[in-house]
T-cell receptor
């Protein structure tokens, strides 16, 4: 069973802090990794994708990938209350862009 | 209209009813998906269509019947559902190639009574 694991959370950080969200995956063949943000009652929204080892930065978001450790993370700098949401990690686990998702972790940013 | 559109947004149905969920994508993608999202569970892939052909059926019960008449439209026909089928049903689309992210619709919140 190919799995994507995320800490169950919830995670609470003060406004302005760095939020660190972690994810591990079981399929060594996975090549593509995605972070989605899902607000309560809404659908998942893509915020970051990463395909190579190392860091990828986009504004306040940094995705990190370590294929040797099968580990993906998302850092959110200068966290804002509007970042409060559930964050889903996903990895491709087959052909045709089939993605396997983690359960998600709920982030709460305290004003 | 842009993106992935799903209708209806909310649906309440009895166990003997037949209903259909509709999805339309305006992104020029050639792969479409149905996912089920239940509380405290990961998103579950149900069906995948590439260029209108079903390429994945993730052991979904036959009371769920997908239909993909073309690359832009996807349906999920529902009949004799169970209360445990109550969930958020999400449609998504992507390009049919590696590294392509999914783009989700707003989902249909289904309640089976």
């Amino acid at each position: 069973q190919k799995e994507v694991e995320q800490n169950s959370g919830p995670l609470s950080v003060p406004e302005g802090a760095i939020a660190s969200l972690n994810c591990t995956y079981s399929d060594r063949g996975s090549q593509s990794f995605f972070w989605y943000r899902q607000y309560s009652g809404k659908s998942p929204e893509l915020i970051m994708s990463i395909y190579s080892n190392g860091d990828k930065e986009d504004g306040r978001f940094t995705a990190q990938l370590n294929k040797a450790s099968q580990y993906v993370s998302l850092l959110i700098r200068d966290s804002q209350p509007s970042d409060s949401a559930t964050y889903l990690c996903a990895a491709d686990t087959g052909a045709n862009s089939k993605l396997t998702f983690g359960k998600g972790i709920t982030l709460s940013v305290r004003p | 209209e842009t993106g992935v559109t799903q209708t209806p947004r909310h649906l309440v149905m009895g166990m003997t009813n037949k209903k259909s969920l509709k999805c339309e994508q305006h992104l020029g993608h050639n792969a479409m998906y149905w996912y089920k999202q239940s509380a405290k569970k990961p998103l579950e892939l149900m069906f995948v269509y590439n260029f209108k052909e079903q390429t994945e059926n993730n052991s979904v019960p036959s009371r769920f019947s997908p239909e993909c008449p073309n690359s832009s439209h996807l349906f999920l026909h529902l009949h004799t559902l169970q209360p445990e089928d109550s969930a958020l049903y999400l449609c998504a689309s992507s390009q049919s190639r590696a590294n392509s992210p999914l783009h989700f619709g707003n989902g249909t919140r289904l309640t089976v009574t």
